[in-house]
């Protein structure tokens, strides 16, 4: 029978043997740490790191050109910092040491706040820029915050927030002084399929914001602050789906103190407005009696999916002289058309226009809208003004929409008619007649390039029978004497049909002119018109020999 072991000398036996662990583990630290003193003793006699910490931040600084990574969860960084921290322990004390380095002042926090109050530490006095996603959105975020509201130079709130945390949100704002705060976003989710919520109004005022440059508020819920002292100062005004409850009045008179704005982006902000006048300013000796507001430093301008009358009224009053782009969207109520909601002085409101070379004309018949783009030739410039039918007054108004092409042609003349256009694309679902086409060219004499391949066949043809008419004598020999290119889809036409030959007949007459097409691109795919195969190679040998480039 085999004796049973001393169990008091086995313990005794391990606790020496883990006493003398401890004691290699230890030793091994210890001459772990040796090891990296010395190492930290070497690179200190590199010669990166004899030079003065400003200037080592100045070389680090220059590898912040890599986009950033996401280090779920909980934060943002800059891939670029975090292997430089890595190097050495010097490398690294020296990035912790810096307040204004890019990965302590740029601070994105989606759940956790550790790393909120790691950046907010050692930003010091510098300031910061936080966005909080919705998660973070709780009393305990909302408390470190309140203690460093003098170092938060911009705040991006992003979210599907509930109208209680919108609520909190709100009051918190209201209820902290922000000296520094230059930028202001407020982002939420839409709930316009809920019944309606009571508003929840953001009362800054210059008093607790007194430096805010920027704001963006994007929700159906929030309102804008009402107070007009905190508008004077703003470069950037962007309201989206918010109410702003000002009578056109008082918006008259904030618009006019906010002679720094650059950016005006109002959608869907006036549906309700009061105080608007009820027709718009009559034309001729009234208009010198009228109010304008000039924004002498406005670039960029949006009104979209406003109240009709709001938006027209607001045109009117409008002077713009370094405007540099517009988009407008429009509802179909009241106007017909894109050039009756604008001021009857275009060069007054949109002096920009005058700069337009290139646009795109859009027409969609079954979803009852069409659209208008304007481009400058380096692209400096740009209009966009589209008009649609709202669905529930689209059997109401099936019948005016017929023809949209030939409605939005008629628009692109009368809205660029003093622009030096040279360019011009159309896709459409749609169909223009020829005299909407021959209104083009006469008013745009100057045209060069026109794509036609985003159109249905019959709106290819009808430009071709257009552009092959005599034109008055003072429009010359030709309409459009200076085109070059022409990409088009040629017309689905049968063999027998006089008409399918317009398109060579047309290249052939101006080619005896003097003015032959110097590039066609014609986009035929497969065989549309049901040709027999004897009909095709004649009718694009008569093209070919019509142009001076026939690309296929």
Request: charged fraction near 20%; aromatic fraction near 8%; include cysteine.
């Amino acid at each position: 029978m085999q004796d049973k072991p001393d169990v008091q000398l086995l313990l005794r036996r391990k606790d020496a043997l883990i006493s003398h662990d401890d004691a290699l583990s230890r030793e091994l630290r210890e001459t772990r740490r040796s090891i990296m003193d010395i190492n930290e003793q070497l690179n200190s006699t590199l010669p990166i790191n004899s030079l003065p910490t400003e200037l080592l931040l100045e070389v680090f600084g220059l590898v912040q050109g890599e986009p950033w990574t996401c280090d779920s969860p909980g934060r943002r960084v800059y891939s670029s910092w975090l292997p430089i921290q890595a190097v050495c322990r010097y490398w690294r004390q020296v990035i912790r040491s810096d307040p204004h380095t890019g990965s302590w002042r740029t601070i994105e926090v989606y759940s956790r706040l550790e790393w909120l109050q790691v950046c907010l530490m050692r930003c010091a006095d510098a300031h910061a820029d936080i966005t909080l996603h919705v998660k973070s959105l709780d009393g305990e975020t909302l408390s470190v915050l309140s203690q460093y509201t003098s170092v938060i130079r911009s705040l991006i709130i992003v979210g599907n927030l509930d109208v209680a945390r919108r609520t909190v949100v709100a009051s918190w704002l209201t209820a902290h002084h922000w000296l520094v705060l230059e930028q202001l976003v407020v982002t939420c989710a839409f709930y316009s399929s809920m019944p309606s919520q009571s508003p929840v109004n953001i009362g800054l005022t210059i008093e607790n914001a007194p430096s805010l440059r920027v704001l963006r508020l994007e929700d159906d819920v929030l309102h804008p602050p009402a107070e007009h002292s905190l508008y004077p100062q703003r470069s950037s005004l962007d309201l989206r789906f918010c109410e702003w409850q000002v009578s056109f009045s008082q918006f008259l008179n904030i618009l006019e103190c906010m002679t720094n704005l650059k950016v005006l982006h109002l959608e869907k902000t006036f549906l309700h407005m009061v105080g608007v006048p009820e027709t718009r300013r009559p034309e001729g000796s009234a208009a010198s009696h009228a109010r304008i507001v000039t924004l002498p430093r406005l670039r960029s301008l949006v009104l979209a999916s406003n109240q009709y009358r709001s938006t027209t009224q607001i045109l009117d009053i409008l002077c713009l002289p370094t405007i540099t782009s517009v988009r407008l969207l429009l509802d179909e109520h009241g106007a017909g058309t894109i050039a009756a909601a604008l001021p009857r002085d275009q060069s007054l409101t949109f002096p920009l226009l005058s700069a337009i070379t290139s646009v795109v004309v859009s027409a969609y018949e079954d979803d009852n809208w069409y659209s208008l783009l304007g481009r400058s030739t380096n692209h400096s410039h740009g209009f966009s003004a589209q008009i649609y039918q709202p669905s529930h007054a689209a059997n109401v108004f099936q019948g005016d929409w017929a023809g949209l092409l030939s409605r939005a042609l008629a628009d692109f003349v009368d809205v660029f008619s003093h622009s030096p256009i040279t360019e011009l694309l159309v896709a459409a679902y749609s169909d223009a007649s020829v005299a909407a086409w021959v209104d083009v060219f006469e008013r745009f004499p100057g045209l060069e390039n026109i794509n036609l391949r985003g159109c249905e066949a019959d709106t290819a043809h009808r430009f071709w029978v257009a552009l092959g008419q005599t034109p008055p004598s003072q429009y010359g020999a030709v309409f459009c004497p200076r085109l070059k290119l022409v990409e088009t889809v040629p017309s689905h036409t049968f063999p027998a049909s006089e008409e399918y030959w317009t398109m060579p007949r047309v290249l052939r007459d101006r080619k005896e002119r003097g003015h032959m097409l110097q590039e066609l691109r014609s986009y035929r795919g497969d065989n549309p018109w049901q040709l027999d195969n004897e009909s095709l190679p004649a009718y694009w040998e008569e093209v070919k020999q019509c142009v001076g480039v026939l690309e296929d």
